[in-house]
């Protein structure tokens, strides 16, 4: 990973990358409504995978009918011994290979290399094959090298010196290729869509050489995963509408080849007498069919190998798929690693998703990514724990809040000090202790009789032991627009055992809260939090997490319906005109940007609501930062467990923030605040981090001058 993050080739290719992809794929899917297409993607692929045996059936009938030849094979061993039976019956030495994710899976290459010179014929797949690599992206294999490095290797290949002239190395590519094309023995492609209806098979390539592979040799093996099957060839729409969009921002790819039985070839170099060519068709398990049954995760068969998520992963745009991958890279690239390979395999994989949730906003095949690793990381970890420390924590220390107290007084600066992690110091008093002699005064709107209702305070550990400020001005705030606030007894919310996999000290923290919340929730209006990874724990994971306990789920259904965002409640209390009376200001401008936490940008869909209660401020000029909304690195435990990556994550953030220009950044979670804080410090900025409800409550009862 050091190697990965200190290589600034593989960080400029992957960046420049990573920069250019979201405009040009916005502008492929122009005029496009991809909600409806990838729902449209997601149905046929739930068909398919419902249906799955009757489609391979229906497949491998219309395949024999129209002359192919159909095999099944359930691993890499048995697919190589069928190749090779094919290989001996014509007397073949070399095979031409189009690029196949499934063949890389079932290392093919390595498999065959007893009896067959196989060339891979995909520019960048070729590029590793010479120098023994596995691919680093599902679309472009030889994404993490330079043009230099693949100059290097051309000149290793062809004696000779080659400028790193990406013109000249892809002709001087067509020149080697070409020539194995005409001689090659048998050709093996994979295919993106196999249609059961029509036996057809179809590729798409920008390079051409799918189809010359699968037309000049007089041998076509076509090696395909049971996932690929659709069952009509009018499916066939919608994914050829996704796939050259999400993988290459494309309208369509250069080629489109469709396949339904052998076609006429030449014999041979040199003869020109036309013959029907052989058509072999391996439908491959390797652990598809067991994935496509599975209650839990049977949706990463919807999985086209578009890469989009690869491309908007902020790990993946820093180490790349060598580090962050097997076979196959990402975050899907972990969760295939897991059934397609073992989940001993995806492990360490999966432990670099950060869980920001971007990958689920542009995956065309509707999978949630993020929500599937953390089950993955659960399973996992009911098997190999997590290191001993962390378990410790969570599973003995963190539902007890009394050990928590104690802890905070004598551990935090300590566990700061030797750990050397941007921990504030703890506050002088929690807000635990503050709420209870916190004196309220409740507005009463001359439009309102009395006062408005009561809200629960559910407000976490980073508000409770670091930032109470941010708990005071929330009521603050709240008593303005009419409303008691109230504290239930609480306690940690769960979740750093949900984001660490430990399901069983989840349930029993969310337990005890669900037990002190839903005993009053009929006189709550909401439940309030101020931290959006606390509003995800309420709204979505206490439910998860038992599901199979109907009584225990119909309280945590009771709570998460009455559950709303600091930030979005009090958007809608601006909108009542509850918040601000009217407001007039000659003061200075102020310039504020602020940063989407990934939790409230993708979790809660809260996006506009921040900018426009915070613009409805007298004297602010709100500045829309660079990449508002990219993960800043801190994602909970993350940032201990991963800091190098964390940091760097950080780097290009306060980059960001810093070319806005702005005076003050908000955020509306205290973690990401916590983490901010400390880079800005670091890089002796003078810009202040607020939490929006500080920032909000300033604002009430000063002139804008005094922001
Ligand atoms: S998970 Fe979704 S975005 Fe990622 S490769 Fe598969 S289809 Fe594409």
Avoid at 553 to 568: L, Q, S
Wanted: aromatic share 6%; hydrophobic share 40%.
């Amino acid at each position: 990973m050091r190697e990965a993050l200190d290589s600034k080739p593989l960080r400029s290719a992957l960046g420049n990358f990573a920069r250019a992809y979201p405009q040009a794929r916005e502008t492929a899917y122009e005029g496009i409504d991809f909600e409806s297409l990838r729902e449209a993607i997601e149905t046929i692929k739930i068909n398919a995978a419902e249906n799955v045996e009757a489609l391979a059936q229906r497949f491998e009938q219309k395949v024999t009918e129209q002359g192919g030849k159909f095999y099944r094979a359930a691993d890499g061993e048995a697919s190589a011994s069928i190749i090779k039976k094919i290989a001996r019956q014509h007397n073949a030495a070399l095979c031409v290979k189009s690029k196949s994710m499934a063949s890389e899976e079932i290392h093919l290459n390595h498999r065959l290399k007893d009896i067959l010179k196989v060339v891979e014929t995909d520019l960048g797949e070729w590029i590793i094959q010479q120098i023994d690599e596995r691919p680093s992206h599902m679309v472009m294999p030889a994404i993490h090298l330079s043009r230099e490095e693949c100059a290097e290797i051309f000149s290793n290949v062809l004696g000779t010196e080659v400028k790193p002239d990406i013109p000249r190395m892809v002709k001087l590519a067509r020149q080697i290729l070409r020539a194995e094309f005409l001689v090659a023995d048998i050709g093996i492609t994979g295919c993106n869509i196999a249609v059961a209806e029509t036996g057809t098979m179809v590729i798409f390539t920008n390079e051409g050489n799918g189809r010359l592979t699968a037309t000049l040799p007089p041998v076509h093996i076509v090696l395909l995963g049971y996932e690929k099957l659709v069952s009509r060839f009018k499916d066939i729409g919608p994914l050829a509408n996704a796939l050259p969009r999400s993988a290459t921002c494309q309208f369509m790819t250069s080629y489109v080849t469709m396949i339904s039985g052998p076609c006429p070839t030449f014999k041979g170099l040199g003869n020109d007498e036309v013959v029907q060519k052989e058509l072999h068709v391996i439908l491959l398990d390797n652990g598809r069919l067991q994935l496509l049954k599975d209650p839990v995760f049977k949706t990463i068969g919807q999985c086209i190998r578009c890469a989009s998520c690869l491309n908007v992963c902020p790990v993946y745009g820093l180490v790349g798929g060598q580090v962050y991958g097997d076979i196959y890279s990402g975050g899907i690239g972990a969760l295939l690693t897991a059934f397609l390979r073992s989940p001993q395999h995806a492990e360490k994989i999966q432990e670099l998703c950060l869980n920001c949730g971007k990958c689920r906003e542009f995956c065309p095949a509707k999978i949630n990514i993020p929500e599937l690793i953390l089950e993955l990381r659960s399973s996992i970890r009911k098997k190999i724990p997590p290191p001993f420390l962390n378990k410790t924590i969570i599973d003995h220390l963190l539902h007890h809040k009394r050990m928590v107290d104690i802890s905070m007084k004598i551990g935090a600066p300590a566990i700061r000090y030797l750990r050397r992690l941007p921990v504030p110091p703890p506050a002088p008093q929690s807000f635990n202790k503050i709420c209870k002699n916190l004196k309220q005064e409740i507005k009463q709107h001359p439009d309102q009789e009395g006062k408005k209702g009561t809200i629960a305070f559910f407000y976490g550990c980073l508000i409770d032991y670091f930032y109470p400020e941010i708990g005071e001005s929330m009521v603050r705030l709240l008593n303005r627009s009419g409303y008691r606030v109230v504290f239930p007894d609480q306690s940690c919310c769960g979740a750093p055992a949900v984001y660490t996999g430990l399901e069983k000290s989840a349930k029993k923290m969310a337990g005890k809260n669900l037990q002190q919340l839903s005993t009053d929730v009929d006189t709550y209006d909401y439940i309030v939090t101020a931290c959006p990874t606390g509003t995800v724990m309420l709204t979505k994971h206490w439910q998860h997490l038992f599901e199979n306990d109907p009584e225990i789920f119909h309280c945590t259904e009771m709570v998460a319906e009455k559950t709303v965002d600091f930030i979005r409640l009090i958007h809608m209390l601006q909108k009542q005109g509850l918040l601000y009376g009217k407001r007039t200001s000659s003061a200075k401008e102020i310039k504020v940007t602020y940063h989407y936490s990934c939790h409230l940008k993708r979790d809660s869909g809260i996006d506009a609501e921040p900018r426009e209660v915070v613009s409805a401020i007298p004297g602010v000029q709100w500045i829309e930062m660079d990449e508002a909304d990219r993960c800043c690195g801190f994602a909970g435990t993350y940032s201990m467990k991963l800091p190098e990556i964390s940091s760097q994550l950080l780097k290009q953030k306060i980059e960001n923030i810093e070319k806005s220009g702005a005076e003050i950044l908000l955020v509306d979670c205290p973690g990401c605040l916590t983490w901010l804080r400390h880079g800005l410090e670091t890089a002796n900025s003078n810009i202040r981090v607020l939490h929006t409800a500080v920032f909000l409550a300033e604002g009430l009862s000063r002139d804008t001058k005094s922001f």
